[in-house]
C-alpha cells in the first residue's frame, strides 16, 4: 500500500467547482501546497482522477518523507516538527524517522495528526531550475501533471 504525496501545480483561474471542493477537501488550497494520503483510502483514486489536470501524485520513499517532515513539517503556530516533539507528543522515541516508517506502513495516518496540531499539509517552493516540461501537459506526454510514480521524489527534493 504505497503513501502518496499529492502536490498542486496549478493555480485558482478557471477551476471548475467540483474540482476546487475536490482540491480543498485534499487539503491542496493554493499552488505548491502537498499532502500525504495512504493509497487505501477510500474513494482517493477517484479524487485523484477528478484532480489529475491541476496536480501531480506518486509513491514517496523513505529518505524524501523524513527529509519533507523535517525541513516542510509544521505545527499550528508555523512551529517546525522536531524529533523532541515527535517523541513527547506521539510517544515515538525513533522522532522523525520512525514517525515517517509508520506513516509508510499504514499505521498513522499524517491528516488525522492535525488533532496533535500538525498541519495536514506542506508548503512547498517551486522547483529549483524550474519544471522540466509543460505545467499543462500530463506526465506521460512530457508534462508536469498527473501520476509520476517514483519520480515524484526527484521533484519534491527540488521543492524544498
Do not use: C
Not at 479524487?47 to 523513505?62: F, H, N, P, S, Y
Not at 524529533?83 to 515515538?92: C, F, H, I, T, Y
Not at 516540461?133 to 519520480?151: C, N, P, Q
Amino acid at each position: 500500500m504505497p503513501l502518496y504525496l499529492i502536490i498542486r501545480i496549478r493555480g485558482t483561474v478557471d477551476v471548475r467547482p467540483e474540482v476546487e471542493h475536490t482540491l480543498y477537501l485534499l487539503r491542496l488550497r493554493q499552488r505548491f501546497a502537498a499532502s500525504l494520503y495512504h493509497s487505501s483510502l477510500p474513494g482517493l483514486e477517484g479524487m485523484l482522477q477528478k484532480i489529475r489536470d491541476w496536480a501531480t501524485w506518486g509513491e514517496i520513499d523513505r529518505d524524501t518523507l523524513i527529509q519533507l517532515i523535517r525541513v516542510r513539517g509544521r505545527l499550528v503556530g508555523d512551529k517546525p516538527i522536531t524529533d523532541e516533539w515527535v517523541q513527547k507528543n506521539l510517544g515515538l522515541y525513533g522522532g522523525i524517522p520512525e514517525l515517517a516508517d509508520k506513516l509508510l506502513s499504514g499505521e498513522i495516518m499524517y491528516h488525522k495528526l492535525e488533532d496533535k496540531g500538525v498541519k495536514p499539509f506542506f508548503r512547498l517552493h517551486p522547483p529549483r531550475g524550474g519544471f522540466k516540461g509543460s505545467i499543462k501537459r500530463h506526465y506521460g506526454d512530457g508534462g508536469e501533471l498527473g501520476y509520476r510514480g517514483t519520480a515524484i521524489n526527484e521533484l519534491v527534493r527540488r521543492m524544498l
